[in-house]
């Protein structure tokens, strides 16, 4: 089940993220026996030292940045949780479970073909209104309008454009996401193309929990009400399981 594996990546990523912060760590305190961090991730280490720093000024007990800096890089390599969860790269903030969600499909070795897309530029792609377009066909104000499709991929004759979301926690931003995808799932209802399929690829609480915006006396969930609401055989609302179900019994 996607939930379950992409919950052991994170656990992994996250480990991996701390590694090389305490790799890095110790190549600025000397230990060159470790891999060498990339020039980029020991600058910005440094810049956000120096921010953090001067945040403090007149209120610590480091006479120097340089004290701060070396207290900041032993505190690491001994594993001092505060100055791990203040200076490692969270990798959760980076699309995660978007990337995830592909690399699950993929693994799954179901598809003949899936490539993820661009998210802007001209060989984006769009579903306006029931059309296919690609971003260099399209104005400006148009592009900024719609959300892009996530990739695409095809398998037995039929053509899969999917759009992905990965939300936990209600709340207003992660409404605002909801409304993305409804007005996706608006713009596919009416495509042309039969041979055309629809899928918003949907994973975490958000999306399984019931849809109290329409009211006490609806028992469904975001994922039943895009299906009741925009579903049409063409297009199909579902977590990461479901997608790839659905794609084994395509006829």
């Not at 961090?37 to 120097?64: A, C, H, L, Q, W």
């Not at 001209?122 to 296919?132: E, L, P, R």
């Not at 975001?222 to 659905?246: H, M, Q």
Request: aromatic residues 12%.
């Amino acid at each position: 089940m996607f939930n379950d594996w992409s919950k052991d990546e994170e656990i992994k990523a996250r480990k991996k993220s701390v590694d090389e912060l305490k790799g890095l760590a110790l190549y600025l305190l000397g230990d060159y026996t470790v891999l060498k961090p990339k020039k980029v991730d020991i600058t910005d280490f440094k810049k956000k030292v120096e921010r953090n720093y001067r945040k403090m000024y007149g209120i610590t007990i480091f006479s120097t940045e340089k004290e701060y800096l070396n207290d900041v890089l032993v505190g690491i390599k001994d594993g001092n949780a505060p100055y791990i969860e203040q200076y490692y790269k969270d990798p959760i903030k980076q699309n995660f479970y978007e990337i995830k969600q592909r690399e699950y499909i993929k693994a799954s070795g179901i598809l003949e073909y899936i490539e993820k897309l661009p998210a802007s530029g001209d060989d984006a792609c769009y579903i306006i209104d029931g059309k296919i377009f690609k971003g260099k066909d399209l104005k400006d104000k148009d592009r900024k309008m719609h959300k892009s499709v996530d990739f695409i991929a095809r398998h037995k004759g039929r053509t899969i454009y999917g759009f992905q979301k990965f939300t936990e926690e209600n709340g207003g931003a992660q409404d605002n996401q909801y409304n993305d995808v409804q007005d996706y799932a608006k713009s596919g209802k009416t495509i042309e193309d039969d041979s055309s399929l629809i899928f918003c690829v949907l994973d975490g609480g958000y999306y399984t929990s019931r849809y109290t915006k329409m009211g006490k006396g609806y028992q469904g969930t975001r994922i039943d009400y895009l299906n009741e609401e925009y579903g049409n055989g063409r297009i199909i609302a579902g977590n990461t399981d479901d997608f790839l179900k659905v794609m084994s019994n395509l006829e």
